[in-house]
């Protein structure tokens, strides 16, 4: 095979197996998928990472969903397969990323690692530049891509990995009341150089198992934009849930910003300024 088709076998990584059942004869030819790596930034709010199927209808269609079997009509992994399987001519994909933002939330900075694995691709040898080009045209500005290079398998249990990797947010704050230079000073000093106990927030709760975890935040810096509104900057350990930092969540979350004001506070904006990878 390797002599009629003039390519070099990779048994280590090949693109494609061929599986001889020897009783019956029977020959299949396995394709391989193909691992694509980059990094996105999500210009806007409103997207989620992932496709999300209709949480009424699991996906056939109803009227809660406007019959498109989604909660949201795009989604960053959507954005991107879109051009990818076209210039692959693939079945299928798969998005692996290094955590997620929320639905409300920009990714900025230099963006989240992924990886956009491809089912049975026919074309593998492809312009990445101009895939690269085509999917920041057809996000007008939504999204953008940026990166892009093939990678091996086991890259995606790596990007796993990443998940935990520090992390800086922004995060607008409103209170119920007009706050004090002491205050804005004390909620610096708190939340610097300590470590948050959260339980898992209600709003993920249906999802994820409830118990507590442990995060780090290692510098935060808050700046006044109004009598009852601040805008903090958090660098912090990855997995931190920062819009419950702000509530305190019902007291899921501890200390929080709420708590040490002793006031209500309120996130309105939340943005992910940059993933550190080391």
């Given at each position: 095979?390797?002599?009629?088709?003039?390519?070099?076998?990779?048994?280590?990584?090949?693109?494609?197996?061929?599986?001889?059942?020897?009783?019956?004869?029977?020959?299949?030819?396995?394709?391989?998928?193909?691992?694509?790596?980059?990094?996105?930034?999500?210009?806007?709010?409103?997207?989620?990472?992932?496709?999300?199927?209709?949480?009424?209808?699991?996906?056939?269609?109803?009227?809660?969903?406007?019959?498109?079997?989604?909660?949201?009509?795009?989604?960053?992994?959507?954005?991107?397969?879109?051009?990818?399987?076209?210039?692959?001519?693939?079945?299928?994909?798969?998005?692996h990323s290094a955590?997620?933002?929320?639905?409300?939330?920009?990714?900025?900075?230099?963006?989240?690692?992924?990886?956009?694995?491809?089912?049975?691709?026919?074309?593998?040898?492809?312009?990445?530049?101009?895939?690269?080009?085509?999917?920041?045209?057809?996000?007008?500005?939504?999204?953008?891509?940026?990166?892009?290079?093939?990678?091996?398998?086991?890259?995606?249990?790596?990007?796993?990995?990443?998940?935990?990797?520090?992390?800086?947010?922004?995060?607008?704050?409103?209170?119920?009341?007009?706050?004090?230079?002491?205050e804005i000073d004390?909620?610096?000093?708190?939340?610097?150089?300590?470590?948050?106990?959260?339980?898992?927030?209600?709003?993920?709760?249906?999802?994820?198992?409830?118990?507590?975890?442990?995060?780090?935040?290692?510098?935060?810096?808050?700046?006044?934009?109004?009598?009852?509104?601040?805008?903090?900057?958090?660098?912090?350990?990855?997995?931190?849930?920062?819009?419950?930092?702000?509530?305190?969540?019902?007291?899921?979350?501890?200390?929080?910003?709420?708590?040490?004001?002793?006031?209500?506070?309120?996130?309105?904006?939340?943005?992910?300024?940059?993933?550190?990878?080391?």
């Amino acid at each position: 095979m390797s002599e009629s088709t003039g390519k070099t076998v990779d048994y280590r990584k090949p693109e494609l197996t061929v599986i001889v059942n020897p009783f019956t004869g029977r020959v299949r030819v396995q394709v391989n998928p193909l691992y694509i790596m980059g990094r996105y930034r999500k210009m806007v709010r409103g997207i989620p990472q992932s496709k999300w199927i209709c949480t009424k209808c699991r996906g056939r269609g109803c009227p809660k969903c406007n019959w498109t079997g989604k909660m949201y009509p795009e989604s960053v992994e959507e954005l991107i397969a879109g051009p990818v399987l076209r210039f692959t001519q693939g079945e299928d994909t798969s998005f692996h990323s290094a955590g997620r933002e929320d639905v409300d939330a920009r990714m900025l900075g230099d963006g989240r690692p992924f990886i956009i694995e491809v089912k049975k691709p026919k074309r593998r040898r492809i312009d990445l530049t101009a895939l690269e080009e085509a999917i920041n045209e057809e996000a007008e500005g939504k999204i953008e891509v940026s990166g892009l290079h093939l990678v091996g398998k086991d890259m995606v249990r790596r990007l796993k990995r990443m998940e935990g990797a520090e992390k800086i947010y922004r995060v607008i704050v409103e209170f119920e009341r007009a706050i004090s230079d002491g205050e804005i000073d004390r909620i610096k000093r708190t939340f610097t150089n300590t470590k948050i106990a959260q339980r898992t927030p209600l709003r993920v709760l249906h999802r994820r198992a409830d118990r507590v975890r442990e995060k780090y935040i290692y510098e935060t810096d808050v700046k006044r934009l109004a009598q009852n509104r601040v805008e903090m900057r958090i660098r912090c350990q990855g997995g931190l849930y920062v819009k419950e930092l702000v509530t305190g969540d019902e007291g899921r979350t501890r200390p929080s910003v709420s708590e040490v004001v002793k006031a209500k506070a309120t996130p309105l904006e939340l943005d992910v300024l940059d993933i550190i990878m080391e």
